[in-house]
């Protein structure tokens, strides 16, 4: 199974700034998939990107506040932009597989 | 909502007792699939089940899905306090590769 390396693991943040998350992926995959989790809640699609086009956005997340680059197979990143202390939450990555899906171990995001 | 639920919400056992927890959903699935998440880390995948097939086993995990109830079970055996985490459910539905989640159930194994 695919293996995936996401960092930071954790930060905090002073609000109004950007943060961006890394993802890279052992494997080249063709999607990608950007949660977030707010505390105590289960997973919330934000947006899946693909290699080679705009990533696609879900209901209520907009391409200015969460811009997405995917620049090839095995890499993406998402940026949290202009933050507030309502963004503080899990960040994960996730890439699809024949027996299910592997997820990034998290991105823990503190707005203060 | 497409959205799975999952009861119960919160689970509290004692090592080497069963825990089971359900998971019903309201639209045609592809496949079902359940995943442990520790401590707000990342998420684990478990098992996944397909939609013609009605129970899977996986070492102390169990998993029966009821399409015509539109349900799935995930049953731990003989639990350990190492199994203390939230699981979710997850299903794919028609062609897209988007996962619809559940609400998960936290559970406590205590020693």
């Known amino acids: 199974s695919a293996v995936i390396s996401q960092k930071p693991s954790r930060d905090i943040c002073q609000r109004g700034t950007s943060l961006t998350i890394q993802c890279q992926v052992d494997?080249?995959?063709?999607?990608m998939f950007w949660y977030r989790q707010q505390p105590g809640q289960s997973l919330t699609l934000i947006a899946t990107a693909n290699q080679g086009s705009e990533a696609t956005y879900e209901s209520g997340f907009v391409i200015d506040k969460f811009p997405i680059s995917r620049p090839n197979l095995t890499f993406s990143t998402l940026t949290v932009s202009n933050m507030s202390p309502e963004d503080s939450s899990i960040y994960l990555c996730s890439v699809g597989e024949n027996y299910g899906y592997t997820f990034g171990s998290g991105t823990r995001l503190t707005v203060v | 909502s497409q959205q799975g639920e999952e009861d119960p919400q919160a689970l509290s056992i004692q090592e080497g007792e069963n825990a089971t927890m359900n998971c019903s959903y309201k639209?045609?699935?592809?496949?079902l699939q359940w995943y442990r998440q520790n401590s707000g880390r990342g998420l684990v995948h478990l098992i996944l089940i397909r939609s013609n097939e009605r129970e899977k086993h996986s070492g102390r995990l169990r998993v029966t899905l009821d399409t015509s109830k539109k349900s799935s079970s995930l049953l731990i055996t003989a639990s350990r306090a190492a199994d203390t985490a939230s699981y979710f459910c997850?299903?794919?539905?028609?062609?897209?590769?988007?996962?619809?989640w559940g609400l998960g159930t936290s559970l406590a194994v205590n020693p």
């Open positions: 494997s080249q995959v063709t999607m």
């Open positions: 639209t045609s699935i592809n496949n």
């Open positions: 997850a299903f794919n539905a028609g062609n897209n590769r988007k996962l619809i």
